[in-house]
Nanobody, 125 residues
Framework: VQAVESGGGLVQAGGSLRLSCAASGGTFSSGAMGWFRQAPGKEREFVAAITYSGGSTYYIDSVKGRFTISRDNAQKMVYLQMNRLKPEDTGVYYC???????????????????WGQGTQITVSS
């Protein structure tokens, strides 16, 4: 599976962005998908995950109510709608395919076996 993120950029605090992740090859449709982010000098951090069916989602507390993860299995796409962005949301955002169908262990990077190259999000105050 290959994953390519797009949709990053510079936005003012309070603004919105929608990230897209295009997956190709492999068994995209059989696994959960996740979004992670990494700020300069910090470890990669889990943001959100979604099951294959889209019926279950999971978010870190800091983005609940502001971010929404979704997927279109027919198009092999995963999305992250980000609203009311804050400067602390700044970082490189990565999508990844989980080894698992469920959201078990979805917060850990080791649960994912394919990663995109990342897209930069910068939120100015």
């Amino acid at each position: 599976v290959q994953a390519v993120e797009s949709g990053g950029g510079l936005v003012q605090a309070g603004g919105s962005l929608r990230l897209s992740c295009a997956a190709s090859g492999g068994t995209f449709s059989s696994g959960a998908m996740g979004w992670f982010r990494q700020a300069p000098g910090k470890e990669r951090e889990f943001v959100a995950a979604i099951t294959y069916s889209g019926g279950s989602t999971y978010y870190i507390d800091s983005v609940k109510g502001r971010f929404t993860i979704s997927r279109d299995n027919a198009q092999k796409m995963v999305y992250l709608q980000m609203n009311r962005l804050k400067p602390e949301d700044t970082g490189v955002y990565y999508c990844a395919k989980s080894r698992y169908v469920s959201l078990n262990n979805s917060r850990t990077t080791t649960a994912y076996d394919y990663w995109g190259q990342g897209t930069q999000i910068t939120v100015s105050s």
